[in-house]
């Protein structure tokens, strides 16, 4: 019997999936709703030890706070999943929705796999009446496929919702907090409003915003397409600045305050990075052409063709640059993660610029604040004909030390203030510095004697 949420709340929340989704959505919900219990299960016995630990496995800004408030009071962080499902009368699925790599779709259709398994892991263990939320970013129509595995598996009853989430890594903790919106679709009122209940403990109501499963699923997906959309806008203009003498930041500012442009999301650079954009595009070029629309996914796939030609050209123009051959010449990568203040590296421009590189012959050195030798490691090995062909560092003047150029490819606060006329000292002479972010201090670059070329600028040395 489908129980009345107008009389029940949400007492009792499982998420399924402890990674950059789960876990600090999760801790935000705990902080912010004393009186729910939250409890986080994943698989993964490390990740979650780590979460119970003062070394938390995300690096996000303000996070380690909310967790040390919450955990233990009504924050818990927990292996033991059926359990953990059996007493939720919520169950949030937070788990990777990858790129398929084989089978019908291989290379283009998310891999549904994780969220499956959970399915079924829901329907063998909830008991009484359970809210089931896709929380992962999902194909649209994927809630009907969990509702029949759910109704074919238990003898319980469930509603379906979808409750994208839209927080950006580095910022996660602030976008939680005060979300532009917070989107649930359903088919269920009284599920709505039960979770919007959840959310409306510190989100304002006018940003609750309610619509049915299917446009949820889509909206999550075409938000990533749009913002993906207009990096790669941004990055091709960045190109044909560089060759006519017009300034990216000049154009940037132009376009920015045009109110219905508006100014986000338009930092020229070295291509999107991340676990997300280009996987969710890839879903949404497979949906496209499932449904016929030919011309729509070709249009929505340009997007990933720009962004990769954005990595491959940056870095044959280093190589270029530095006289056609970087065989056995020493170049020193600023950033690795795939954007500042976090230490994901996946899908990260970096580790495409590396391998260019690495495969022409390069010693690559590495320094990145907060991404570890060990994740370095796991991205470059297979890479490379040999592992001493790169190595991490622990400051960017250390990386510097005798290189014939200094790539910066994460827009990390510290390059800012790189003091270059020390570092100009320890590196070659006639080094390069390439600014693929265009996030350091040209006029001390220059004034140390160093040749400079930035993205979207056209006025280069040498
Ligand atoms: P992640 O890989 O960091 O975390 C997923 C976790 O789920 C892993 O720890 C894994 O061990 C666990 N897991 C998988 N299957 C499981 C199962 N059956 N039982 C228990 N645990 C299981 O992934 P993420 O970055 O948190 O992304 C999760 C989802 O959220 C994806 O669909 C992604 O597209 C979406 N999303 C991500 C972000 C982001 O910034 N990373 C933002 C919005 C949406
Ligand atoms: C992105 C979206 O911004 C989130 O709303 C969404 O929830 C998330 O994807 C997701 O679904 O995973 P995220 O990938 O964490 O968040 O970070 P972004 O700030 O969007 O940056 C993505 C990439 O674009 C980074 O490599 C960043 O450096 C690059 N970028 C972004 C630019 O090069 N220029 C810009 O102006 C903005």
Known sequence: MVKNFNLMKIKNITCIGAGYVGGPTMSVIADRCPDIRVTVVDMNADRIAA?????????EPGLDVVVKRARGKNLFFSTDIDASIKSADCIFMSVNTPTKTEGEGAGRAADL????????????????HTIVVEKSTLPVRTAEKIKEILAKNSKHTFDVLSNPEFLAEGTAVKDLE???????????????AALSDV?????AKEKIITTNVWSAEMAKLAANAMLAQRVS???????????????????????GSDSRIG???????IGFGGSCFQKDILNL??????YGLTEVAAYWEQVIVMNEWQKKRIAQLVIKKLGGSVKGKKIAVLGFAFKKDTNDTREAPAISVCETLLKAGAEVVIFDPKVSENQVADDLLHLSSQPSQFKCVNSASEACLGADTAIVLT???????IEWLSIALKMSSGAWVFDARNCTNHTAIRAAGLNLWVVGKSNQSA
């Open 178 to 192: 005060n979300p532009d919106r917070v989107l649930i679709g359903g088919e269920n009122p009284e599920a709505i």
């Open 263 to 269: 100014p986000k999301f338009l930092k020229a650079g």
């Open 51 to 59: 979460w119970n630990s003062d070394h938390i496995p995300i690096f």
């Open 233 to 255: 806008s941004i990055n091709s203009l960045s190109a044909f600045c560089e060759a006519t003498e017009a300034d990216i930041d000049e154009v940037a500012k132009v376009l």
């Open 285 to 290: 070029v497979y949906l496209c052409e499932h």
């Open 411 to 417: 827009e990390w606060d510290q390059f800012k203030s």
């Open 199 to 203: 959310y409306a403990q510190w989100v």
């Open 113 to 128: 796999k994780y969220i499956i398994a959970c399915a079924e892991q829901i329907a063998r263990s909830a008991q009484n």
